[in-house]
């Protein structure tokens, strides 16, 4: 094995490529996941069980199948139904899709530690149910769960490369097109792989900075 | 008490014209019952309150004088009988002649009435403390932002509590706490004040002062008040009348001259005995 550093530098203009997309995947991705999941956990959350149950139903149809059956689904099968979404949008609302399962279980946590006092507090001030939720109940659920949330996104961050899996050239993507037309592995693989050390663990380190001062 | 009405007794007002002091009964309780699983808390119950009075409820622990406050602030529901504030069912409402379960709009109205102060005070502790206080008279009753906020500082000021505006609750002992939610509920202006032990989680030097504040609320308005507490000077100083319970029931109800001077049940001595 030798390492050829012209390879590096041949690569680097693909890597740039790959790692905008990347990033931009994880961006959406995450707000797609953190929006949808707080949705579910507000609906699980309805008195009515006609909402809660089909809710819980495909949620935990689409947390238990994995996401590369649901990447090949949305991509291949929804075309037949009529709908074609580029290769980019499918990968986004699946993995956005795919974590809001998670990051819903993540609010609820949050919510449910909420202590009941506060509840109680808000009917005695005679605050209407949606101002306790929003000024009161979801401020102090989401606060306490942002260090969880954050560690789905680096969850996310290391999916993203299923994206090729669908055509999305991302950085795995960039660096499989790299290598198959120059015969050079080693180059462009170490390189992803550094950049997927140098994102996620300094995040990581951020998260946990981010649970010490956020969760009491 | 209207939203408009100052909060403090005019000096010289003739308090009969206000309707919050003739003397007339504001909360009425009609063979309530409220069981827990097996445990009956409280057993088909009739008491009532007149309006500008200030009653203790006294008894040991799981006699049911907590669940009345919270029955009355409709954190929980009773499971036979009725309650009445202000003449209106609370639970209840009547629809075609009959009593049904109160619709949430019913239950809303009715609560406007009435404010609580808790043992572990539940200030939201995501707000600073004036919009602790500002922000049920903003979003419930509709008051300006200013004019919530100029009786925020007023009521802090009453509490002794105006340099702490800018804090969050995190930041204050316990009875600063507790004096901010007494302000909060105050702001309110319920014609009904309820106190649940509202000292029981204060460290002991800094009970004196809620008191207080509670003293001098209960001598400056016209607010009723409805007390469980195990500060006995305080009941005595303060309550018009004192209900001593005993396993769901009143066992015997008078001035607190009365109940603390010459109890008639030896259940009640042997209680106020435990206590002192």
Sequence with gaps: MNWDWSAVGDFMPHFWDGLLITLQALVLGSLISFALGLVWALLMRTPSRWVRWPVGVVTEFVRNTPLLVQLFFLFYVLPEWGLTLSAMTTGVVAIGLHYSTYTMQVYRAGIEGVPAGQWEAATALNLPVTRTWTAVILPQAIRRVVPALGNYVISMLKDTPMLMAITVLEMLGEARLFSQQNFQFTEPLTVIGVAFILISYPASLLMRALERRLVR | ?276
Excluded: W
């Excluded at chain 2, 649940?196 to 002991?204: G, H, Q, R, Y």
């Design chain 2, 1 to 276: 008490m209207s939203a408009d009405t100052p909060l403090m007794k005019e000096p010289g007002a003739d308090p009969s014209a206000n309707p919050a002091v003739d003397g007339s009964e504001l909360i009425r309780f009609d063979r309530v019952t409220k069981r827990f699983g097996a445990n009956t808390v409280l057993d088909e119950l009739d008491f009532s309150v007149a309006s500008g009075k200030h009653v203790t409820l006294i008894g040991p622990s799981g006699s049911g004088k907590t669940t009345i406050l919270r029955l009355l602030m409709t954190l929980t529901k009773p499971d036979e009988g009725t309650i009445k504030v202000n003449g209106e069912y609370l639970s209840h409402e009547e629809r075609n002649g009959r009593l049904v379960p109160a619709g949430e709009k019913h239950v809303r109205e009715v609560r406007k009435n009435i404010g609580m102060v808790f043992q572990q005070f539940n200030l939201f502790p995501n707000m600073k403390v004036l919009r602790n206080i500002t922000e049920a008279p903003v979003t419930v009753l509709g008051l300006s932002r200013d004019a919530a906020e100029e009786r925020a500082r007023e009521l802090l000021e009453l509490v002794g509590l105006s340099e702490h505006v800018d804090k969050y609750p995190g930041q204050l002992s316990g009875g600063q706490q507790q004096r901010v939610a007494i302000a909060r509920a105050l702001a309110m202006r319920p014609q009904v004040l309820l106190l649940d032990e509202v000292t029981s989680a204060l460290d002991p030097e800094l009970v004196a002062g809620v008191l207080d504040v509670l003293r001098d609320i209960a001598r400056t308005t016209d607010i009723t008040m409805v007390c469980v507490t195990h500060e006995m000077n305080f009941a005595r100083d303060i309550s018009d009348q004192v209900l001593m319970f005993d396993a769901g029931r009143v066992l015997e109800s008078g001035p607190p001259e009365q109940i603390f001077g010459d109890p008639e049940h030896a259940r009640t001595r042997e209680f106020l005995g435990a206590v002192r």
